[in-house]
């Protein structure tokens, strides 16, 4: 199986930071990885697929880089909406369709 | 619009066994493969099961395997889980989900319903 390592599990920052996520594979994914984001009692969100490919409707200050085994979520300037935890999903190898453990980015 | 609707969640005792559904519409369901994707309570996301559009393929998390069964009816545009031997471990809100891309494997997810949380307990 495919482990995807994230970090840091948490983040605190303020608004206007720009923020970086990495998620490590355990084994080459090329570049079979998708990014969410979710929000306490709601259900995750797409955000980048592809490794890099935005999803219709995210803002542009989403972005998602990398391919193989390491890969980075960046948010270029944190807003009050984007506090939230993060996901990175791979879809090279399944079963099974493996997470990240997640990154909480909080208000600092 | 897409929308995806879980229902059948609830309290089960161990052992026990329950059904759950996701109603879909708003886009050609027999396109696109699905999947159930769970989340304990404090928890990070699990993935659990998919299908292909078909039905023809089925693909199980081994936390599950031999004990749930995922399945669809295209012609009532329906994803179910069955879910059997239920464990407390299995306490989690379930997800359905769309895949994005349509006549392919399993890739990733574009959409996801509200949820519905199972509960097993005595």
């Known amino acids: 199986d495919i482990q995807l390592t994230q970090s840091p599990s948490f983040l605190s920052a303020s608004v206007g930071d720009r923020v970086t996520i990495t998620c490590r594979a355990s084994q080459g994914i090329s570049s079979y990885l998708a990014w969410y984001q979710q929000k306490p009692g709601k259900a995750p969100k797409l955000l980048i697929y592809a490794a890099s490919t935005l999803q219709s409707g995210v803002p542009s200050r989403f972005s998602g880089s990398g391919s193989g085994t390491e890969f980075t979520l960046t948010i270029s300037s944190l807003q009050p909406e984007d506090f939230a935890t993060y996901y990175c999903q791979q879809l090279n190898s399944y079963p099974p369709l493996t997470f990240g453990g997640g990154t909480k980015v909080e208000i600092k | 619009e897409v929308q995806l609707l879980e229902s059948g969640g609830g309290l089960v005792q161990p052992g026990g066994s329950l059904r759950l559904s996701c109603a879909a519409s708003g886009f050609t369901f027999s396109s696109y493969a699905m999947s159930w994707v769970r989340q304990a309570p404090g928890k990070g996301l699990e993935w659990v099961s998919a299908?292909?559009?078909?039905?023809?393929?089925?693909y199980y998390a081994d936390s599950v395997k031999g004990r749930f069964t995922i399945s669809r009816d295209n012609s009532k545009n329906t994803l179910y889980l069955q879910m059997n031997s239920l464990r407390a471990e299995d306490t989690a809100v379930y997800y359905c989900?769309?895949?994005?891309?349509?006549?392919?494997?399993?890739?990733?997810?574009?959409?996801w319903g509200q949820g519905t949380l199972v509960t097993v307990s005595s």
């Open positions: 299908i292909s559009g078909s039905g023809g393929s089925t």
């Open positions: 989900a769309k895949c994005k891309m349509a006549a392919r494997p399993i890739n990733t997810f574009d959409y």
